[in-house]
């Protein structure tokens, strides 16, 4: 669930307005009391609200680049009469035209607190030939709002500074309403002390603790994690994740070493401590709300076994374009853990490519630059250990600033089965965790292949896997019960092939390129190492790269049963899904139900464009990082050379 509740901005409390009836899913659109955002959906159906601080006009939408042409839009105001008004448009070169067919159905318009409060339904598929009205999409897709106080001639005026656009889970997020009883929950707070210091852009910051001894004791289920900012530096907090620690840490590690001092993450001491710390569990990044819950029959746990994790480093990833300086930080994370144990408990499981340039290499122009990873049937068998099958509940997907859709699919008997992350409008900016309507399920001998789709238009350098914002990444964490030891499957080039074919576009004089490579360049940053520069760009250089990085074969690195394996694997084919086709329906439904855990209702089409206001209108059954993989230690790394 989206929270909202009570906002402090510069001394001024906001209170968010209350909403008609319990809606799981609460989003601000613009901050910091004027445009509120409500809804639930199910399989079918999706049921919004907005409150948008106006007395005028408000508008809400789907757009599929996040501007205001080819959007999906409906319209609200209150009539001079008292009456309201409600209609489903389309826009094109700028024009807010009202559909030929009303998809969208109000159910009430009204004013209340000083807000346009506008109730509304619609189905998620509407398989408009016209494209007048767009389904809603899973992932993020983009919304688009506006909202102004002048009438023209009957309709809306200009909105000047008062629209925006946001990527919102519609029908990907919690869905649910979580009500947890503070009482009966043991909170644990965990922060870093650093002063951005304005010399680099991009930092790592790496700081060990260890669960509290009542918990080490005593298992606890972790029922919800809160991201904890320091005020004035929200805008440089990329990512934090947390990196359990094996025994190993406790019974080798520290018998020989000091406890890790908090500083810089990969570099000195901490190059040891990553060799018995590497399994990632929990993950934010940058636009994903602050305060993160779980399903009520799903926990993560944490503690109550000396083969549980007691150790963690807390790392989190500071974006500094700006080489802001003196600015002191101390931001980390809230654990909410509770010894009432819930049904099932999750694991996390890491898919994707190496972070670095034998990961990922982008050349510059290019307009969709596809890269797929695969995770094989030994690998993904590994995950299940004891257990027949495994459900896949959420995903997160991560790239970086080019990244522009990711796709995680099951491949079954050599077919494309089922979708665990499906994003088509991926937006760095607003990143979710996308809760699947319906757990997947995995069964031995599944495969997992993760699509990245890249734009480098605007760049007209290199771009390289690695852990800053302005290099790439390709990842999609998933959370799947019940919880097994596996943490990783990732590919990577065969190093002897990359060089191979460096040295024959070098030869070739179509790049500039360093090939005498060491061990401790994999640790640099490809444009620190590889060095490459094109002399001359086109269409088929680009091809060349995407060929390279689709057809070759790769290392598989595979994290499971707490051993680590290395292999070589052919790219990973299959027989591609085809999506569902839209089948053609009755445009005007007369029924519609949105989450059987809220409400149920009913709409008309009578009457869409003008009806009387309904200033009470409560139906008591109305009805949805950046993570990084370093985990190759330098033992391992020399043993791919």
């Known amino acids: 669930m989206i929270l909202l509740g009570l906002f402090v901005l510069i001394g001024t409390v906001f209170t968010s307005p209350t909403p008609s009836e319990t809606f799981s899913n609460q989003l601000i659109l613009k901050e910091p009391d004027l445009y509120y955002l409500y809804w639930n959906y199910n399989e079918t159906d999706i049921l919004m609200e907005t409150h948008v601080k106006t007395s005028g006009w408000a508008a809400f939408g789907i757009s599929p680049t996040g501007g205001m042409d080819n959007s999906d839009v409906i319209v609200s105001w209150i009539n001079t009469d008292g009456s309201y008004h409600f209609t489903d448009r389309h826009i094109r070169g700028r024009k807010v035209i009202v559909d030929e067919t009303q998809n969208w159905f109000p159910i009430s318009v009204y004013q209340k607190d000083g807000y346009l409060v506008t109730k509304f339904t619609r189905k998620i598929r509407i398989c408009d030939e016209t494209n007048q009205d767009l389904d809603i999409p899973t992932g ?3 919304t688009i709002f506006a909202y102004g106080t002048i009438l023209i001639d009957d309709d809306i005026g200009y909105h000047g500074m008062n629209r925006g656009t946001k990527s919102v889970p519609l029908i990907s997020s919690l869905n649910t309403v979580t009500n947890i009883n503070l009482d009966e929950v043991d909170q644990v707070e965990y922060r870093v002390n650093y002063t951005l210091d304005g010399v680099k852009d991009t930092v790592y910051h790496c700081a060990m603790f260890k ?35 094996q025994p190993e840490f406790e019974n080798s590690y520290l018998k020989n070493n ?34 993160q819950d779980f399903p009520d029959d799903l926990a993560y746990p944490l ?56 990961g990922l290499i982008i050349p510059p122009g290019a307009e969709k630059f ?60 607003y990143q979710y965790y996308n809760f699947l309507t319906n757990p997947v ?52 080039f065969d190093r002897k092939q990359l060089t191979d074919f460096l040295a024959d576009l070098k030869n070739a004089d179509e790049i500039d390129a360093n090939l005498n490579l060491t061990i401790d360049d994999i640790y640099k940053p490809g444009d620190q190492s590889l060095k490459l520069k094109i002399k001359n760009p086109s269409k088929q250089l680009v091809q060349k790269f995407e060929d390279f990085h689709n057809k070759n074969e790769r290392r598989q690195i595979c994290a499971a049963n707490k051993k680590m394996s290395i292999t070589t694997k052919n790219p990973l084919i299959a027989e591609p899904m085809v999506d569902d086709v839209c089948s053609k329906q009755t445009i005007f439904t007369t029924k519609t139900s949105v989450s059987p855990k809220t409400s149920s209702m009913l709409t008309t ?37």
């Open 441 to 492: 399920t995995l069964k031995k001998g599944d495969q997992l292949i993760t699509e990245c789709v890249y734009s480098t238009t605007n760049k007209k350098e290199f771009t390289y896997g690695g852990l800053s914002t302005r290099e790439e990444m390709c990842f999609t964490f998933i959370w799947y019960y019940p919880k097994t030891s596996a943490s990783l499957c990732v590919e990577e």
């Open 258 to 291: 000091d406890f890790p001092k908090e500083g810089e993450c990969y570099s000195g001491e901490w190059l040891k401590v990553i060799e018995v710390c590497r399994k990632i569990s929990l993950v934010w990044a940058v636009g994903g709300p602050a305060i």
């Open 140 to 142: 993020t897709p983009m």
């Open 211 to 245: 669960l509290p001894d009542s918990w080490i004791k005593e298992k606890r289920h972790l029922i919800r994690y809160e991201t904890l900012y320091s005020p004035g530096n929200e805008e440089n907090l990329h990512h934090w994740n947390i990196i359990e620690c």
């Open 605 to 641: 089409k009578e009457n869409i464009v003008t009806q009387k206001p309904i200033y009470v209108f409560n139906m008591s059954n109305l009805i949805n990082f950046n993570i990084f993989l370093l985990i190759l230690n330098l033992a391992i790394l020399k043993s791919i050379f």
């Open 370 to 429: 596809s890269v797929n990873y695969g995770c094989s049937a030994d690998c993904v068998d590994k995950i299940f250990e004891e257990q027949e099958e495994i459900k896949v509940f959420s995903t997160l997907p991560h790239t970086h600033l080019t990244g522009k859709e990711i796709y995680t699919k099951v491949v079954r008997d050599g077919k494309e089965v089922a979708y665990l992350a499906n994003n088509k409008y991926y937006d760095f900016n």
């Open 303 to 358: 503690g109550g076994s000396d083969d549980e994790a007691k150790y963690f480093f807390l790392e989190i990833h500071y974006d500094n374009p700006k080489l802001k300086k003196d600015a002191p930080d101390f931001s980390g994370v809230r654990l909410y853990g509770t010894k009432n144990y819930r049904k099932n408990e999750f694991g996390v499981f890491t898919v994707g490519g190496s972070e670095n340039y034998a």
